[in-house]
């Protein structure tokens, strides 16, 4: 495998694919390697141009092979070409976790990845911290002919056309719930970074933040006019309602929906194939 230079990474070509799918590793513009695999739209061989893509971006602790992107994947794969791929410090992919700070190089991978394919419209789908790095990313990648925002504006060729974040986080360091009481804990403390190298197979960079990225809410108002989808469960035990509604309160409600799941608990580990169903079809019929 080659790579000409920090911002290149895999590039198959299109006949590799078969209806079995397809793994690589990506290289990040950061240089990390990334895992990922694709996965043909169910009944196809090789991916034409008007087939979407869909790039699932799992919560942490999560990674490609774990059961509940795998579910998200087959179910999304009955509409349209799937990418999936395990975050840096998650599973078999390199670096350390940044817990959605510079994962969004990871997502960017991915997304380039798709184009390369020949996908012409690329979704992203991201579950809890995956959906935070899928807010963000929609942020700093600009379509083609917009200005583009932060360090990565004008790199067009990742950006996204249509974007749901399921379990998101509104804003960071939140610590309203015992979930998010540990998993700070976890991230924070050398110990706890242990728990999560050994127990959770999730490595963890021991440096904080510096600077603190673009929070969720405030990537939102630079997702427009994309179709953006926020969903959240009424029996979320890591973020109560009040995130769900503020990332949606700063959309533009002409592209923004929200929906509140009754039942639904957290991230891709508790989605049903019902509520998964009914965001791809969302998804899938989005200009």
Known sequence: MTFRGPDDFARP????????????????????????????????????????AVVLAHG?????????????????????AVITFSFRGHGGSG????????????????VRWARSLGHERVATVGFS???????????????????????????????????VAVSAPARWYYRGT?????????ISRPAGRLIARYGLGTRVQAEDWDPVPLSPVEAVPLIAPRPLLIVHGDRDAYFPLDHPYA???????RSTELWIERGFG??????????????????????
């Open 13 to 52: 070509c299109v006949p590799s694919i078969t209806s079995s799918g397809h793994r690589i590793a990506l290289l990040t513009a950061d240089g990390v390697r990334v895992e990922a695999a694709y996965e043909p739209r169910a009944g196809s061989r090789i991916p034409p141009p008007d087939t979407p």
């Open 60 to 80: 942490f602790t999560g990674a490609l092979d774990r059961p509940g992107l795998r579910r998200a994947a087959r179910v999304f794969a009955q509409r349209a």
């Open 95 to 110: 670096g350390r976790s940044s817990v959605g700070d510079r994962e969004v190089l990871d997502l960017a991978a991915a």
């Open 129 to 163: 911290m995956g959906g935070s790095v899928a807010l963000r990313h929609a942020a700093l990648y600009g379509r083609e002919g917009a200005a583009g925002h932060g360090e990565h504006g004008g790199r067009t060729d990742a950006h996204s056309d249509t974007v």
């Open 178 to 186: 015992a979930p998010m009481r540990r998993l700070h804990w976890a």
């Open 247 to 253: 990332l949606a309160g700063a959309g533009d409600p």
């Open 266 to 287: 957290h991230a891709e580990s508790a989605a049903r194939a019902e509520l998964l169903e009914r965001i791809a079809h969302w998804v899938c019929t989005r200009d």
